[in-house]
Each structure stands twice: as C-alpha cells, then as structure tokens.
C-alpha cells in the first residue's frame, strides 16, 4: 500500500480527498501537515511515498518550499491541487520537480491520478495537459496575436522598445500598446516577469 502525505492550511484535501483515498485498496493517507514547515520537520519520520500539496496555502514561496521538498527527499512523489491556471505559475511549478498539476473542482478523480503516477505516468487535468501540448507544439503563447509574440520575444532578448519599432517597422507607442496587452493578456505587470514567464516555459519543455 503505498501512503500519503497532505500539505495544507485549509479543509479541500482532508474533506474531498482523504475519505476517498482511505476508501481504496492501494493508498491511504498517513499524514496531514498545516503549512511547509511542519511538513520538513515530519516527513522523514513518516516518509510517504507521495505527497498531495495544497498550492493554494499562504507562503513566502510555495515554488521554492517544494524545490526543498525535493532536494531533500528525492524519492517522494509530489501531486500539486490549485485553482491557479496561470501560465507563469503552472510553468513554474511543474518546473520545480512535481509530477502531477491538478486543478480543484469537484469532479477531481484522485484515486485515478494516483494511479496513473504509480504506472510512470504524469497526471494533470485537462486544461494543464492542453497547455503542456500546445507549449510542446509551439513555443508562442496562445493567447497572444502573432505580432504580439513576436514582441515580447524581442522584448525578452533585451531589445529596447526603440529597436523592436525599428525592427517591425512600427511606431515605438504601437510597441507600448501591444507590451501593454501582452502584460494584460499574460497577467504579468513587468519585463522582469516576462523574461521569468518565457525562461520557465523554455526550461520545463527542456526537462518536461
């Protein structure tokens, strides 16, 4: 049977989870931490084999937390629930090392995403697995307009906004408007965020 570890501050994993994980055959819940910091002081002493994490609790750094999850217990399996969507976020997170992204709802089939990650395989919901198939088939953002890619890769190569103008033949406040709705689009607010977004997206198709 193989055990399992909660990480959460609310009630979403103990109410629709644990009743029924604890109900089958192959898994069972052994543990229930209230925030990241309870959960590195505990798991080496229960050491599940799979860790189901809230994403949603408040933390300086969820990302970073789970990273030091699994530096330090490499073995353990980690499933992510969350509502968030968000491309920065979802690129982030499998980038950290998790193998399953699941979105809260509440026709979340657990027991079948525990299986599919005993058999080798990498659960998410259909949303993230969508958007991990389109990054794979195209490096551009789908909510975005071609120009608008091609802008915010310049961007991202450290172009000013003086030479993109110059470079697609436009005005430089045509550049400002479509920067603007390339923040909107991918709510991001800033270059620094765009570069974080694209590096993530780059890195996780080179690992995923």
Avoid at 63 to 69: A, F, L, V
Avoid at 97 to 125: D, F, R, T, W
Wanted: proline letters at 2%; charged letters at 25%; glycine letters at 4%.
């Amino acid at each position: 049977m193989k055990t399992i570890a909660l990480i959460e501050n609310g009630t979403f994993l103990k109410t629709n989870c644990t009743p029924v994980i604890n109900n089958s055959k192959r898994f069972k819940v052994i543990a229930n931490f209230k925030n990241y910091e309870s959960a590195l002081q505990n798991i080496e002493k229960s050491h599940p084999d799979i860790i189901l994490i809230d994403i949603d609790i408040p933390a300086i750094n969820g990302i970073d937390n789970i990273k030091h999850i699994r530096n330090i217990f490499p073995e353990i399996k980690i499933i992510i629930l969350t509502k968030n969507q968000q491309h920065t976020f979802v690129f982030d997170v499998l980038s950290s090392g998790v193998l399953g992204y699941l979105i809260k709802n509440e026709n979340l089939q657990i027991i079948e995403a525990l299986e599919q990650l005993e058999q080798g395989g990498a659960p998410m919901s259909t949303a993230i697995s969508r958007m991990v198939i389109e990054s794979f088939q195209d490096h551009d953002f789908k909510e975005l307009t071609k120009r608008e890619n091609e802008i915010l890769k310049l961007l991202t190569k450290g172009k000013s906004y003086s030479t993109i103008a110059e470079k697609l033949y436009v005005s430089r406040n045509t550049v400002k408007y479509h920067i603007r709705n390339i923040y909107e689009k991918l709510n991001i607010y800033c270059k620094d965020e765009a570069i974080k977004l694209v590096n993530s997206k780059k890195r996780y198709l080179k690992t995923g």
